[in-house]
């Protein structure tokens, strides 16, 4: 990968092999832009955050809203969300304005040790939490649903995670900013332009049909929709992100 050129690069054999050819995602200088750029949404000097950027007006997800509101309309206005790999409440500051009406509104994030330190320190509130594991966020909160968004294709490995989740028997799960494709899955590196933060990582993108397939007979696609970006890695492979609410077969 030359230095200057930004996107996603390579076709990596194991996710070990694309982490030599990046920093990886425990860098600091990721945590205290994000954390400064929270802090700013948090105090209303700016509206909202995400990957550290600020923006003077909210970027709706709208399908992430619509899957939401449809839970919470199914549970007596009630609301209890396991956002696992939330950052320090990116989705939660998105969407806090058009949800804040519910009966009950609980916003759960489970992220990397330092994160959750930060979060407890100088983000947390009466509604969103930050915890280490799922399980230590399921002891003390019942979730309806879990939402992956735009982290499942930055996990070593995502299908043996998808298991471990299915397991917990979530009632729904919602994935959000996750990217397909319809050639096999590949492991990529992403070097991220400076002006966000100086850092790069490994990221999948998924085949859609084997993505799709690995929840026959646990999980029902109750919609599907094409979120807001696409890319085009180096050799010309388009991807698109896309929005999915599933729900659990009894």
């Known amino acids: 990968m030359s230095e200057g050129k930004y996107g996603f690069f390579g076709n990596y054999g194991s996710w070990r092999e694309a982490l030599q050819h990046s920093k990886g995602f425990d860098d600091p200088a990721i945590l205290e832009k994000v954390k400064n750029a929270s802090l700013k949404v948090k105090s209303g000097e700016a509206v909202y955050e995400r990957d550290s950027v ?21 549970n007596e206005q ?10 320090l409440g990116s989705s939660y500051f998105q969407c806090r304005n058009l949800i804040s009406q519910l009966r ?8 990397q040790k330092h994160f959750v330190d930060c979060g407890r ?75 966000i933060y100086k850092s790069s990582y490994p990221i999948w993108f998924f085949n859609y049909d ?7 007979g646990r999980y029902e696609l109750i919609d599907e929709t094409d979120s807001f970006e696409e890319v085009r890695l180096e050799d010309g492979v388009q991807s698109k992100s896309k929005a999915m609410l599933l729900r659990k077969l009894s």
């Open 54 to 74: 600020l923006f003077d007006k909210v970027q709706y997800s709208y399908p992430l809203l619509t899957y939401l509101l449809f839970i919470a309309s199914a």
């Open 78 to 87: 009630k609301l209890s969300i396991l956002d696992f790999g939330g950052s």
């Open 104 to 111: 009950k509104l609980k916003w759960n994030i489970v992220e």
């Open 121 to 195: 320190e100088f983000i947390q509130d009466d509604v969103l939490k930050f915890y280490d594991r799922i399980e230590e966020c399921c002891d003390t909160e019942s979730s309806d649903v879990i939402l992956l968004s735009g982290v499942l294709q930055c996990l070593e490995k995502p299908y043996e995670f998808l298991s471990e989740v299915m397991g917990y028997g979530f009632e729904y799960i919602i994935f959000d900013r996750t990217f397909f494709m319809d050639q096999p899955d590949r492991i990529t590196v992403q070097s991220v332009p400076p002006e």
């Open 210 to 216: 084997q993505f799709h397939s690995f929840f026959n």
